[in-house]
């Protein structure tokens, strides 16, 4: 695992640290020496990543956050809370999603539609809402560092994909949500960048994937251009390296971390 020394001490918070890409990110932030605020709707899976991060980094400082994203007022209380414990935000990594229901367009479920738009896309622009008020706060503050936010897209941001249109439309709204911000807060010297995994072997795809009738195995061929799914720690890499002050002239993009998948 690359080290990145200038994230010891930082506090990040992570939204949707309860499973897959979130959780290695929390894990990895940890290792890190960062301060952890691990934020998830579900309280069991929130609870299992900070044992995990204590039992494998006993001196970690970590917090653990119950919220549900896609009410603003929660999304405001989760930030408070890390700063009310730490007294500050310097990473923001926003990961909470739901997995897409397959089918077309012309069978689109509207309670679904609401559900998922609601969480992928309503959700990331609250989370961004109140981060991005108090890195504002912070650098008006002459608070030291630069603060950085990193929003999960999606491949299916960059490409449409058939059979998943609430899904690609809320991960094609995160990286206009996230150019948005990087135009309006440059100023504050905060950067957001986006990053667009492929397919991640994580239970989010795997549920997604028995919805389609398939497995990882069976896909891996066609999601790129090694033949394989990526591990969530390959997108943790990215997500370590967009937090650190060696992307520090990084800001309003969008990276894809797909094996060429957008390519083909």
């Given at each position: ?34 301060k ?6 579900n ?61 077309p ?11 998922l ?56 709204g ?16 905060i ?74």
């Amino acid at each position: 695992m690359a080290t990145y020394r200038d994230l010891t001490q930082k506090v990040v918070l992570i939204v949707g640290g309860g499973a897959g890409i979130g959780k290695s990110a929390a894990l990895a932030f940890a290792h890190a020496g960062s301060k952890v605020v691990v934020a998830d709707i579900n309280p069991g899976s929130v609870h299992q990543t900070v044992t995990e991060i204590k039992t494998s980094h006993p001196q970690a400082q970590t917090l653990a956050v119950t919220a549900d994203i896609s009410q603003a007022t929660e999304a405001d209380a989760m930030v408070q809370k890390a700063v009310a414990e730490y007294g500050r935000v310097d990473v923001a990594v926003n990961s909470a999603a739901i997995p897409a229901a397959i089918a077309p367009i012309a069978e689109l479920d509207e309670s679904h539609w609401a559900q998922l738009l609601g969480v992928n896309l309503t959700g990331m622009a609250w989370c961004l809402k109140y981060q991005l008020r108090q890195m504002i706060q912070q650098q008006k503050d002459k608070s030291d560092g630069q603060p950085s936010i990193i929003n999960l897209a999606s491949a299916a941001g960059l490409k449409a994909q058939a059979f998943q249109a609430a899904y690609s439309t809320a991960k094609h709204g995160v990286i206009g949500l996230t150019k948005v911000a990087a135009l309006e807060n440059g100023v504050h010297g905060i950067r957001v960048n986006a990053l667009a995994p492929g397919a991640t072997s994580t239970d989010f795809l795997r549920q997604t994937l028995t919805r389609m009738g398939t497995c990882e195995a069976e896909v891996g061929p066609h999601v790129g251009l090694f033949g394989r799914v990526a591990s969530s720690e390959e997108i943790m890499q990215a997500v370590l390296w967009l937090a650190s002050d060696v992307s520090s002239y990084v800001t309003g993009v969008t990276l894809p971390v797909d094996a060429g998948f957008t390519l083909q």
